[in-house]
């Protein structure tokens, strides 16, 4: 079994700067490609960044130059440092995972179970 567990999520106002983690456990082979999403009240969730295995990334337009996406393969954790915050970057913010399971061929996506960011003005 493989839990993701999101932290780092607060009320911070517009111009501040978080912090988000989201740690993998359980009985993982590898992880591939990692990625933030979020979803703002009433809309869609989006692609915020990715970051694969080789440490390429890409970003949303939107958070380009202020959003920084990383990742530590020793502990299973990719992290979404925000600065510059603004108060559209309002959202509930979720961490997606592509990982391979010990004795497991495929790998799977798993999600966590979301932070809420809420940037005041």
């Known amino acids: 079994q493989v839990q993701l567990v999101e932290s780092g999520g607060g009320l911070v106002q517009a111009g501040g700067s978080l912090r988000l983690s989201c740690a993998a456990s359980?009985?993982?082979?590898?992880?591939?490609?990692m990625t933030w999403y979020r979803q703002p009240p009433g809309k869609q969730r989006e692609l915020v960044a990715a970051?694969?295995?080789?440490?390429?990334?890409n970003y949303a337009d939107s958070v380009k130059g202020r959003f920084t996406i990383s990742r530590d393969n020793a502990k299973n954790t990719v992290y979404l440092q925000m600065n510059s915050l603004k108060p559209e970057d309002t959202a509930v913010y979720y961490c997606?995972?592509?990982?391979?399971?010990?004795?497991?061929?495929?790998?799977?996506?798993?999600w966590g179970q979301g932070t809420q960011v809420t940037v005041s003005s």
């Open positions: 997606n995972v592509n990982l391979r399971r010990t004795g497991f061929i495929l790998g799977d996506d798993y």
């Open positions: 970051i694969t295995s080789g440490g390429s990334t």
């Open positions: 359980g009985r993982i082979f590898s992880t591939q490609t």
